[in-house]
């Protein structure tokens, strides 16, 4: 099973010329689990790029909530923050981190969510140990992302077009739902989207893995 991490040198995550994931072509599965969520709830959204997922959350949760997004390139930090104030959503703040590593206190969230932000990590388990930590007793987690549905092309993960298109770091559900019990989830759960129609590849080599990728939707919990 692959644990998800690059031992090579991390790289420097590209800047998206236009950032909103969406508009790459990909699904809009997150609504869902945002949608699950409880007025008032902690939530953080883990590559949460220029927000668009956090205000969705925002909304869920209600002034009473408290949305923290967590991103590691500082241009979409401070697109995020102008996104703040452009939508009066004073309970979202962004926070400039790894997800490896998040600056954010042991169990203050009730929910972890996150929208096409998990690929692009260069260690899944320790991002899934971190939603863990952060996370309270009985917190859940849901994410959206782009997942392999049989045995990936070993260059793959070196690919740096595919990098830049988020799916390098793709893995196999089932290595997923192995690393969110490692990391002491329970109750984990998912489904892939067998639509891959909103799947529009930007380039030939991304194209080339139509076939064998596709959305999933992801959720664990917390034990109490
Ligand atoms: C495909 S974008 C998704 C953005 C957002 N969730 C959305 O749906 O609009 C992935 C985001 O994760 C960020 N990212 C990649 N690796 C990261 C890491 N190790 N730690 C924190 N953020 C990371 C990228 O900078 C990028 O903004």
Known sequence: MSNGCLETTRRTVPVLSNPRPRQLGYGRELPQAI????????????GSGDGAYSFLAATAVGESG???????APEMIAQARANVIHNGFY???FRLGELEHLPVADRIADAVISHY?????????QVFREAFRVLKPGGHLAIVDTVATKILPEDVEENDVLYTECLSGVLMLDDIEDMLRAAGFDRVQSQIKQNRNGFRPASATSRALKPIVAPALIEAVKPA
């Open 91 to 93: 309970h979202v703040s």
């Open 66 to 72: 408290r949305i923290i997004g967590v991103e590691t």
């Open 117 to 125: 932000g998990i690929n692009p990590s260069y260690c899944k388990t």
């Open 35 to 46: 949608a699950a969520l409880r007025m008032g709830a902690t939530v953080l959204d883990l």
